[in-house]
Nanobody, 126 residues
Framework: QVQLVESGGGSVQAGGSLRLSCAASIITVNPPCMGWFRQAPGKEREGVAIIGRYGDSNYADSVKGRFTISRGDAKITLYLQMNSLKVEDSAMYYC????????????????????WGRGTQVTVSS
């Protein structure tokens, strides 16, 4: 069973930065598509960013220019560097992965990923 474990969440003031990490266990082959989704209380789940095997990425309009998604070099890891954080970025952030399907903007909007982590909480205060 593939496991995705997120870390790096926390509390920060608006304008600050956080770096989320996601480590995948049991697997040895890099998933063609990995990404980050988030969900705030009372709101729908939202795709934040996804990245293909060769570094091609897509971002939600709300985070473009502020967030950067990247993959680790050695192990199967995923990162999300979040800068200039806003109060509205507060949410539970989930790492996702899949070995099938495309990794374009439609996937970011659809959220159809087989594997999900348990999430890490990000809280941004004003």
């Amino acid at each position: 069973q593939v496991q995705l474990v997120e870390s790096g969440g926390g509390s920060v003031q608006a304008g600050g930065s956080l770096r989320l990490s996601c480590a995948a266990s049991i697997i040895t082959v890099n998933p063609p598509c990995m990404g980050w989704f988030r969900q705030a209380p009372g709101k729908e789940r939202e795709g934040v960013a996804i990245i293909g095997r060769y570094g091609d990425s897509n971002y939600a309009d709300s985070v473009k220019g502020r967030f950067t998604i990247s993959r680790g070099d050695a192990k199967i890891t995923l990162y999300l560097q979040m800068n200039s954080l806003k109060v509205e970025d507060s949410a539970m952030y989930y790492c996702v992965a899949d070995w099938t399907g495309s990794c374009g903007n439609a996937r970011l909007e659809g959220g159809d990923f087989e594997y999900w982590g348990r999430g890490t909480q990000v809280t941004v205060s004003s």
